[in-house]
């Protein structure tokens, strides 16, 4: 289960910092868009570690996680090599990037921590017509 809390804590951290640097200009965004970089690699580490102990379908949503985070990765890149014209509809595609990476974690986590529920017994057969 503290898989689950860390993943999670580190997704929103991610999200937060993506946010606070999309509203800051390139300049003041550089230093977040490093921290960001380094809390994306951080999911990705505690992702990839659980990964293999997953169920099937939760194995899928943290797989999208990790694609998520990739992008990210590459879209902080880019900001950081971008001009500051280009910086801020950089900034916008790194705090989207951010939330996709979130909101998969937290998909996967849920479909983790789901009971599986058994399946519905069959129904009776149908009584014997006497007549």
Same mark, same amino acid.
């Given at each position: ?52 102990? #997953? !169920?099937?379908? $939760?194995?899928?949503?943290?797989? &999208? +996680?990790?694609?998520?985070? *990739? @992008? ?18 950089? #900034? !916008?595609?790194? $705090?989207?990037?951010?939330?996709? &990476? +979130?909101?998969?974690?937290? *998909? @996967? ?23």
């Amino acid at each position: 289960m503290d898989y689950f809390n860390r993943a999670m804590e580190q997704a929103k951290q991610l999200q937060q910092i993506a946010a606070d640097a999309a509203q800051k200009g390139i300049e003041q965004a550089t230093p977040l868009i490093q921290q960001g970089v380094a809390k994306a690699q951080e999911l990705q580490k505690t992702i990839v570690e659980q990964t293999p102990y #997953l !169920t099937a379908a $939760a194995q899928e949503q943290a797989n &999208a +996680a990790l694609q998520h985070t *990739s @992008a990210f990765i590459a879209s902080s890149k880019t900001v950081l090599d971008a001009g500051t014209q280009q910086a801020q509809q950089h #900034l !916008t595609i790194f $705090a989207d990037q951010a939330k996709k &990476a +979130a909101d998969a974690t937290l *998909s @996967a986590v849920q479909s983790a921590t789901q009971k599986q529920t058994p399946p519905a017994p069959p129904p009776p057969p149908d009584p014997p017509v006497v007549s």
